[in-house]
């Protein structure tokens, strides 16, 4: 007489299909909280913690030495050697290709930019001037300035744009200059001259 088998055991318990069912549900909550704690990073979105910027560029992979200068409203001159004096920060100081490149994997790659960054970290009202000193000319040829500055917030506004040339060594000029007022706007922007290099520091 053969053995009767029970078809008991291959039926699915309701209990069982219930917990299964709500470890699936918990997965797929826990991994959404994680989505929304965690969002995607929006692209495009600037958030330097600076009011203006000021960018001074020149030749790509020149070898000269282009410094930047700036007084601030209450006197103080930032340059390569004081890089900071109150909101006002030299935050890149640029010496030509000079210390603009790597070694990887016994390949030396070189970074062809050339420029230095002046950040203003407050509203500080009165008057800003911009000079551009050319330092080194290993090249001794004119070297060729771009000049941007540009207010960050509440959004990003363009002051001031321009180019200039620098044509010996030891030339000092004026990029920008312009006056912000206790509510960070911007008036008087120019290029008129005015000297702020102290050679006797150099």
Do not use: C
């Not at 009011?51 to 209450?74: L, N, Q």
């Not at 509510?183 to 150099?202: A, P, Q, Y």
């Amino acid at each position: 007489m053969g053995i009767r088998r029970s078809t008991r055991q291959f039926e699915q318990d309701p209990f069982t299909d219930l917990l299964f069912n709500s470890l699936l549900a918990f997965t797929l909550l826990f991994l959404i909280t994680i989505l929304f704690l965690n969002p995607p990073a929006k692209k495009g979105i600037i958030d330097p913690k600076a009011e203006f910027i000021v960018t001074i560029k020149w030749d790509d992979s020149s070898p000269d030495d282009v410094d930047t200068w700036v007084k601030g409203p209450k006197g103080g001159v930032v340059w390569f050697r004081n890089s900071e004096v109150g909101l006002i920060h030299l935050d890149r100081d640029d010496r030509g290709i000079a210390k603009d490149s790597i070694i990887v994997n016994g390949v030396e790659i070189i970074n062809p930019l050339n420029q230095e960054v002046v950040t203003i970290r407050g509203n500080v009202p009165g008057e800003y001037i911009f000079n551009v000193h050319y330092y080194n000319s290993k090249s001794l040829r004119q070297a060729n300035v771009e000049v941007r500055a540009v207010k960050v917030n509440p959004q990003l506004e363009v002051v001031y744009y321009g180019t200039l040339i620098l044509e010996n060594k030891g030339d000092e000029k004026t990029a920008v200059r312009f006056t912000i007022d206790a509510d960070g706007n911007v008036t008087n922007v120019n290029t008129l001259f005015k000297s702020i290099v102290e050679v006797n520091k150099l």
